[in-house]
C-alpha cells in the first residue's frame, strides 16, 4: 500500500441498503477526513478524526457515521442509503489536524437508485 | 454555506498562455492550499501559503494571497496540455479545528 486506498472503487447501491465505504493509509497520519464531491458543489466535509479513538462531524453529516478503531483505518457508514447520498466520496488523511497538506483516496463513485 | 467561492468556474486557453484563477474566502485563515484533480481521479496538493505569506512559488506555479480582500490567485505560466484539470483553492481557518473548506474549483482546459 502507498497513501491511501480506498475500497470499492464504485458502487450502485438499492435504497435502503447499509453500506460501509473503506478507507486505508500506511502514511502513519493522525487526522483523516471523508469528503463527498458533487457537481457544482465541491468537496464537503462528512466527518473527520483527529486521531484514534476520536470522531467528529463536518458540514453534512447527516445518514453517515464512522469509526477510527486504528491510525490506519477510518470506513465511512451509510446505514440505510438515499438517492440523494449518490455522489463521489473521498478519503483524505494529514499529518496532524489543523495544519499543512491533505492526501487524498482514488474516490469511490457511489450511485444509491 | 461556509464554501469559498472560485473565479472563473471555467477557463480555456491555448498551450503556452498564462493561467490565473481567483479564490475568495469568508472567514480568517491559517493557510491557503491550492489542489488539482485530474478527471476521474483524487485530488492532488500544489501549493500552501501562510496567513503571513503575500507570494509562493513553486515551478510555473505562483500563489498571490490578499488577507485584506479575503482573496488568493494561482498563476499557472506557460500552460501545457497536461495542465488541463480542475483546481480547488481550500482555506484553513484560524480556529483551528483542522477542517479544510473548499471551493467549488476551476476547471481548466489547455488546448494543444
Given at each position: 500500500i502507498a497513501g491511501i486506498t480506498q475500497a470499492?472503487?464504485?458502487?450502485?447501491?438499492?435504497?435502503g441498503r447499509r453500506m460501509t465505504l473503506r478507507c486505508t493509509?500506511?502514511?502513519?497520519?493522525?487526522?483523516?477526513y471523508w469528503y463527498r464531491q458533487?457537481?457544482?458543489?465541491?468537496?464537503?466535509?462528512?466527518?473527520?478524526?483527529?486521531?484514534?479513538?476520536?470522531?467528529?462531524?463536518?458540514?453534512?453529516?447527516?445518514?453517515?457515521?464512522?469509526?477510527?478503531?486504528?491510525?490506519?483505518?477510518?470506513?465511512?457508514?451509510?446505514a440505510s442509503a438515499v438517492p440523494s447520498q449518490t455522489s463521489v466520496y473521498f478519503c483524505a488523511s494529514s499529518?496532524?489536524?489543523?495544519?499543512?497538506?491533505?492526501?487524498?483516496?482514488?474516490?469511490t463513485r457511489l450511485t444509491v437508485l | 454555506s461556509q464554501q469559498g467561492e472560485e473565479d472563473p468556474q471555467a477557463l480555456s486557453?491555448?498551450?503556452?498562455?498564462n493561467a490565473t484563477m481567483n479564490c475568495s474566502y469568508k472567514t480568517s485563515i491559517?493557510?491557503?492550499?491550492?489542489?488539482?484533480q485530474n478527471s476521474g481521479r483524487g485530488l492532488v496538493h500544489l501549493i500552501l501559503i501562510r496567513s503571513n505569506e503575500r507570494e509562493k512559488h513553486s515551478g510555473r506555479l505562483r500563489v498571490t494571497l490578499d488577507t485584506s480582500k479575503k482573496?488568493?490567485?494561482?498563476?499557472?505560466?506557460?500552460?501545457?496540455?497536461?495542465?488541463?484539470?480542475?483546481?480547488?483553492?481550500?482555506?484553513?481557518?484560524s480556529s483551528n479545528t483542522g477542517k479544510l473548506i473548499f471551493g467549488q474549483g476551476t476547471t481548466l482546459q489547455v488546448k494543444p
Open positions: 470499492p472503487t464504485s458502487q450502485i447501491l438499492a435504497a493509509q500506511d502514511m502513519r497520519h493522525n487526522a483523516m458533487d457537481l457544482g458543489l465541491g468537496l464537503r466535509l462528512i466527518h473527520y478524526s483527529n486521531t484514534a479513538g476520536t470522531t467528529g462531524k463536518g458540514e453534512v453529516p447527516d445518514g453517515y457515521s464512522v469509526s477510527r478503531a486504528n491510525t490506519d483505518d477510518f470506513p465511512l457508514t451509510l499529518a496532524r489536524e489543523g495544519m499543512g497538506e491533505q492526501f487524498f483516496g482514488p474516490g | 486557453i491555448q498551450e503556452g498562455e491559517n493557510n491557503l492550499q491550492w489542489y488539482r482573496s488568493s490567485s494561482l498563476l499557472i505560466t506557460a500552460s501545457r496540455a497536461a495542465d488541463t484539470a480542475s483546481y480547488f483553492c481550500a482555506s484553513h481557518g
